[in-house]
């Protein structure tokens, strides 16, 4: 999925997002409403990602973690002036005004947003060495994919407690990076390309303790290059 299309599901923009989530807990009404932030439906089936997500997980984290961010989102935005805002000017300005009473709309605008990404930066039969273009840029700013490789899982496996691992745009590199809580490369001016979860309930129901085994299964098996070529393409 390029960097547009993503956008505009995520966001909303255009016409209202068809979703095709039977057993998985939502509703067409909530899908077809005039929400600002939409609830977007899986770039593939829920058990697609077996076995190394497992259509349990899915169906927890997407069904019911990541729809519960929009839910609060768009509750938190009635009535104020972000309603008509697209969803990354909601997040750079509720994180830029470090107002107390925008935490909230930050943390579940920006874990909406974030849960988009992730999905459509996980593929089936996906991960290993990166697309001929991403190669190029691995190779610039890592020196061999290797090298990326050991990077990213040492970020993510150090990482402590809940957040994200990210890689980045910045300053005509790319970059690993970290985040805590709900917090996103968007705020702080970086462009991000692909993301792995590590919340705790992203992957405990499949691997429990086991984060360096949900690391490299997302490393080896499940990360997207073509997502992140088409956000470092477009940018």
């Known amino acids: 999925m ?3 299309e993503f956008l505009r599901w995520s966001i909303g923009a255009g016409a209202l997002v068809m979703l095709e989530m039977a057993g ?16 977007p439906p899986l770039p593939y089936e829920a058990d697609a990602l077996e076995p190394h997500l497992s259509e349990k997980t899915i169906r927890v984290h997407y069904g019911k973690h990541h729809r519960r961010y929009v839910e609060r989102a768009n509750h938190l935005l009635a009535g104020t002036q972000h309603a008509q805002r697209p969803i990354e000017a909601i997040i750079r300005e509720t994180y830029q005004s470090g107002a107390c009473d925008q935490t909230a709309l930050f943390n579940n605008a920006a874990q909406a947003y974030n849960h988009a990404f992730f999905w459509n930066s996980m593929k089936p039969d996906g991960g290993g060495p990166p697309t001929e273009f991403m190669r190029r840029w691995i190779e610039k700013s890592f020196g061999h994919h290797r090298h990326f490789r050991e990077a990213f899982a040492e970020a993510a496996n150090g990482h402590f407690g809940s957040g994200w691992v990210w890689l980045v745009l910045s300053e005509g590199q790319l970059q690993i990076m970290t985040t805590t809580g709900a917090k996103t490369p968007l705020a702080l001016g970086k462009l991000p390309l692909l993301t792995l979860d590590v919340w705790e309930h992203a992957y405990y129901l499949d691997y429990h303790n086991r984060r360096d085994e949900y690391v490299a299964a997302f490393l080896d098996h499940l990360l997207n290059w073509d997502f992140a070529a088409a956000n470092l393409g477009e940018a």
């Open 2 to 4: 390029k960097r547009r």
């Open 24 to 39: 998985l807990g939502c509703s067409r009404d909530a899908a077809q409403s005039d929400f600002p932030i939409k609830f």
